[in-house]
């Protein structure tokens, strides 16, 4: 199986193999999961001090028109009441369209409409009032 490798992203097997790639997609979140890092374990300790439900590391597929698994991404958080993603840690793509999005941002609201997105970054960790902040964001959400 060869792979492509792009800058920023999770490599990907190439063609139409769908259950190769989801069984890779969850070898790399499995993992991801027994790798967590000090920003996740803070998180998921938060998210569960405040009984929020999560997922912790959803694989999001972009599929192409014919079914077929074209990319994948692994998010850190994942809350399904809110449709919230939570990345912890990650700096922003470099490469950006025309509305200022960043490619992977762009592609998963492509696929998933109603999906919001937080980037929440080590400085963002450090603040008590930005932590109070996320809270009262996830509460505000329907």
């Known amino acids: 199986m060869r792979f492509i490798k792009k800058s920023n992203f999770t490599p990907i097997p190439t063609g139409p193999h769908n259950e190769r790639t989801e069984a890779y997609a969850q070898e790399q979140r499995d993992w991801l999961r027994a790798h967590p890092s000090e920003l996740e374990r803070s998180m998921r300790k938060f998210l569960k001090d405040y009984n929020i439900e999560f997922e912790f590391k959803k694989i999001f597929y972009i599929r192409s028109s014919g079914g077929f698994i074209k990319q994948f991404y692994i998010e850190d958080f994942y809350l399904p009441q809110k449709r919230l993603i939570i990345s912890v ?50 509460n505000s959400i329907n």
């Not at 700096?91 to 200022?100: A, D, H, L, Q, Y």
């Open 89 to 138: 840690g990650h700096k922003p793509f470099k490469s950006r369209n025309s509305k200022g999005q960043d490619y992977k941002e762009f592609m998963l609201k492509r696929e998933y409409p109603n999906l919001k997105i937080v980037n929440w970054s080590y400085n963002d960790f450090q603040l008590a009032s930005t932590m109070k902040e996320l809270l009262n964001y996830i």
